[in-house]
Structures are given as structure tokens and as C-alpha cells.
């Protein structure tokens, strides 16, 4: 899927959970792995590497310069910090007693934040893109006009502040994972397990490559449809579910104690990594679990995690996703 689709389906997540839409930004984050080519849809996109991404973004974020889009300024601002990093980098690397994890790291922070600095101003292009895309929609949606604006139950993205707690980055940047898995199966649980997470079911259900190449260009007309009809789908944000088919009484009485609330964005976090591992064929089990501990840990996670719901709603979300895209690019 294309940049402005990401930010699109991460918005409709983030509505659901109750969280504010300027986090959308974060979905455009897992892009800044396309140098070097190796890396492309690879590094970004496995869940141990997230929280540095998460973490790096926050930090710049919250600088005046980014606040403001003075790119110049803020590559100017970043250069000491890019040049400690980078020292330190190579300390690591020329110290025999370094641990491998150690290196790692280091390489990690550092290119993250070079990776950042470099394209935040096309990110931000990216996102800007996305919510006049949103926007227009919106209008056509409820007539035209400063009374329409008003109207649309589409709230702007880009004019709200960034926000800058980890739960939202994080189910922002996440998503962009868990619908990389229409397009280009991505390999989460790197190094536990090398198995791809990939929408099978959809896959062989569509024409596959009809489908991939509306994404070609982004004015394609057929992506424009396509979003029109994520956009316009009550489904996607609905936090009422339907359980009637669950056999646990206690999960059950869970379910409806919490129907119609916010969905819970750890929960949300820990049901999208769960789907991402039923998505991997024979994955080992402990990989998943490994994700959700650590990316639960990295959110200050102390208390159980119930996901029964969140996972119901993503489940739906797919549902409808392939229902869509079936009547339009079935076979």
C-alpha cells in the first residue's frame, strides 16, 4: 500500500482506540528504512527494532524545529547529536570488549536518527497529502463549501499537534506493519523466527496483482475508490462488536462491560502483534509471545493485557478490507 493509505487506515485505528490523529505521522515512520535498499520494508518493520524508532521520533518531535517544519533548522540542530551518535558507534565497534547487542544498538540509534532527519520533510509531505486527501473526501461526503467543512465528521490531521506519548506512536507505527501485510509480507519477529506475515486468504481470493498495481501512482483512480470506500466504512472505527459467538462466559461478560468504549491501545498493540503471528504459517508460538512481551515492556506495561476485543476488532477490519477489495478485484 502506498504512504497516504497507511496514514488513512492508521487514522481509522487510532479513532477507534480514542486517540488523536496527529499520531498518523508515526505511520509514515517505517519508510525511513528505504536507504539502504537492503534495508527497505525490512528494518522498520520488525518489532524489536520499533521502540528505537519510536523513541528517536519522539525526541525529535518534541524539538521547535520539528514542531515548525524548519527542516533546515532542524538538521542544523540535529548535526551535534547525529555526531555523538555516530562516535559513538564507533567506539562500540573498535572496543573488543563490546557486546554484539551493544553495536547493535548503537548502529540503530544512530540511523534512526540520520534516517529522520534526512526525509522528515517528505514525511511531513506524506502526511499533509493524506489529510487533504481526507479532507476533500469529507467534503464530497457532505456537500461543498465553508458550511460542508463544518459539517464533516472528519477532524484535520495535520493542523493538530504532534503528540508525543509512546501509545500512540507506537499503534501508529505498528498498523503500518500489520497492513504491510496485504502488500509485501513483512518479516516481524526477526530473529526469533524468519516466517512472513502475509494475508493468504486475501491473496488467493483477489487478483493479486491487479489490486497491487492501483498503488502504482497516487492519484490512481482505482486507489482513490479504494480509500473513498475505507474512508466511508462505519466498520473500520465502530467500537461495538458483535460476541454473540463467544462460549466463555467470563470473556464474554468482559466483552460487553467494554462494548462501545475506546479500544484499549495496549491491548490494541499486543492484539495487532497476535494477528501479525497468526498471519506467519508455522511461526513458533514463542516468537509472538517474545514480541508482545517486549513491545509491552518498552510501553510500561504491569498489569495482564486481556486482547480478546481488540483482536475481534481487527479480525473485522480484515473482513471488511477483504470484502471490499473482493468486489472490486475478486476473481
Not at 548535526?79 to 547493535?104: C, F, G, M, W
Not at 462488536?241 to 462494548?259: G, N
Not at 497476535?274 to 498471519?279: C, I, P, S, W
Not at 475481534?312 to 470484502?323: A, C, G, N, P
Amino acid at each position: 500500500m502506498n504512504l497516504q493509505t497507511h496514514i488513512l487506515l492508521a487514522t481509522k485505528v487510532l479513532d477507534a482506540c480514542g486517540l488523536p490523529r496527529g499520531g498518523a505521522i508515526y505511520a509514515v515512520l517505517p519508510e525511513l528504512d528505504l536507504k539502504p535498499a537492503h534495508f527497505h520494508r525490512m528494518f522498520a518493520n520488525i518489532l524489536i527494532y520499533q521502540p528505537t524508532i519510536i523513541d528517536s521520533a519522539l525526541e525529535i518531535f518534541a524539538l521547535p524545529e520539528a514542531r515548525a517544519r524548519d527542516f533546515a533548522g532542524l538538521k542544523k540542530r540535529l548535526a551535534p547529536a547525529i555526531a555523538d551518535l555516530r562516535a559513538e558507534h564507533e567506539r562500540q565497534k573498535s572496543d573488543p570488549t563490546s557486546q554484539k547487542y551493544d553495536v547493535n544498538a548503537a548502529f540503530n540509534r544512530l540511523y534512526c536518527y540520520e534516517r529522520i532527519s534526512e526525509d522528515l520533510e517528505k514525511f511531513f509531505k506524506e502526511f499533509d497529502a493524506a489529510e487533504e486527501l481526507i479532507g476533500r473526501m469529507g467534503e464530497r461526503e457532505n456537500g461543498r463549501g465553508d458550511a460542508a467543512k463544518s459539517a464533516s465528521p472528519i477532524p484535520p490531521i495535520t493542523h493538530s499537534p504532534i503528540p508525543l506519548d509512546k501509545p500512540t506512536a507506537a499503534v501508529a507505527l505498528l498498523s503500518h506493519t500489520y497492513f504491510l501485510t496485504y502488500t509485501y509480507p513483512p518479516m516481524p519477529f526477526l530473529p526469533f523466527s524468519s516466517m512472513a506475515s502475509q494475508q493468504i486468504e486475501f491473496t488467493n481470493a483477489i487478483d493479486y496483482f491487479e489490486f497491487k498495481g492501483i498503488f502504482v501512482r497516487d492519484d490512481h483512480p482505482e486507489l482513490r475508490r479504494f480509500q473513498r470506500a475505507l474512508l466511508d466504512n462505519p466498520e473500520l472505527t465502530s467500537r461495538h462488536l458483535d460476541f454473540s459467538d463467544e462460549s466463555d462466559p467470563v470473556v464474554k461478560q468482559r466483552l460487553a462491560a467494554a462494548d462501545g468504549k475506546p479500544y484499549d491501545p495496549q491491548a490494541i498493540v499486543k492484539a495487532m502483534i497476535e494477528r501479525l503471528g497468526a498471519l506467519a504459517p508455522g511461526i513458533d508460538y514463542d516468537a509472538v509471545q517474545k514480541g508482545v512481551r517486549n513491545y509491552l515492556t518498552y510501553l510500561g506495561c504491569v498489569r495482564m493485557v486481556h486482547s480478546d476485543r481488540e483482536r475481534r476488532y481487527l479480525k473485522r477490519v480484515e473482513s471488511e478490507i477483504l470484502r471490499t477489495v473482493r468486489e472490486n478485484w475478486g476473481k
